[in-house]
């Protein structure tokens, strides 16, 4: 998400790093550079030129052409003002009491209504809530049955009734469902449609007022640009929204959508959809986005991930086997494991303070090379797993037969398995900040060829290049 945005503000403040003194001139050219980075990233030409202006004349304000480091207070300004573009969002949902919180999602055709519906209402389980999902979605041919099939892997239960054609009833008769079986919230899934339809929305309309809901999200697709600000206007116009739902954000390389939906219809972004799967679903903090837009990184989000995987006590755990430098390749593959379900190594590693930046623009990531990893460390017996130091040149070429891998790539990874260990170690009983900055020198260490071995294999961030063909080569000898 951002990736061209990103690279040309990046561009933009590199091209002032440096300096000692700049002039309002220097100012006004990166404001023309910014608005067209805006442009590019299908950002509405009314809202861009309203952005450009309020930096420009905050730039000024702040007297960033007699600082001396123009770079930061133009980072700073701009960072701010992309809060105030895409804020203020509260991104909690008004849960009443007594329930059930009513939640209607809206949309067109396609937009991934239905997904995003078992998406929130995974969300809510995870949270300790009792959702019940309601197909109301009776125009497109198995919308039914896929709510159902979104339930049953989720284990949300799903009120249906086929061969209904009035979804105000449908929708009546769930949330009567609800209170009977004591659900705290009801996700009404209703039927895509046009803006321009208007048997469709005054059927929305009806809905909304028969149903009374608590909140309306209108669902919408991140790739459709500029033409999903329009949508949402459209809706808003007809239909009172609380919040939209930014679905394929992950996709959206430009993100004119996220950064213009507030400013034209007022209402705030308030989750986001991060990937196919239905735990791919975050809440939407301007702050975050911004700093992930400005190349800052979004630790928070980071955080956030990562205690969805671990609990308070494998957490405990695995402090002490770090302390007592106990950590071994057991413990390391299972740490792998979770890092691959919190989502592509790009993305984690861009959540990363600093880590965008040190990432070359042409750089490739293979996530991959985390299954090469787990491949090796599966191939080692547990004594070896236990201890890597017993691994000697004929384990190694076992485990590389094992891997379909070349020993020197056992051996590499071995090595920088043992340079984890110890950083993992020094990393023990250090504060959350201090961690971050030591994991940020070690991150630096690591891409730059340093004290740390840069490997084909495992954890290293550059694609590998060692073809199928190769490896069935390898096998054979």
Known sequence: MFDALSDRLGNVFRGI???GKITEKNVAEMMREIRTALL?????LEIAKEFCDIVYEKAIGAEVIKTLKPEEVMVKIVHDELVNLMGPVDPRIPFVSPGPTILLLAGLQGSGKTTTCGKLAKMLIDRAKRPLLVAADLKRPAAIDQLEVI????????YTERGHANAVKVCRNGIKEARKTDRDVVILDTAGRLAIDDDLMNELAKLAKATAPHQIYLVLDAMTGQDAVHTAKAFNDRLELDGCILTKFDSDTRGGAALSVKRVTGKPIKFIGVGEKLDQIEEFHPDRIAGRILGMGDILSLVEKAQTQFTQEEAAKLEEKMAGGKFDLDDFLMQ???????????DILKKIPGMSAMMPDDQEIDDGELDVV?????SMTKKERTNPKTIDASRRRRIARGAGIDPKEVSGLVKQFDGMKDMMKMMSGKSMMQRMKMGTEFSKMAMSGGAM?????????????????????RRRR
């Open 374 to 378: 787990e491949a090796a460390i599966l």
């Open 453 to 473: 071995p840069k490997l084909k294999t495992g954890t290293a961030v550059t694609k590998r290049r060692v073809s199928k063909k190769d490896r069935r080569k």
């Open 40 to 44: 590019e990233a299908d950002v509405n």
């Open 17 to 19: 790093r440096g300096r």
């Open 336 to 346: 792998l494991r979770k890092v691959k379900q919190m989502g592509s190594l790009k």
């Open 151 to 158: 339930g049953a892997q989720i284990g949300a239960p799903v």
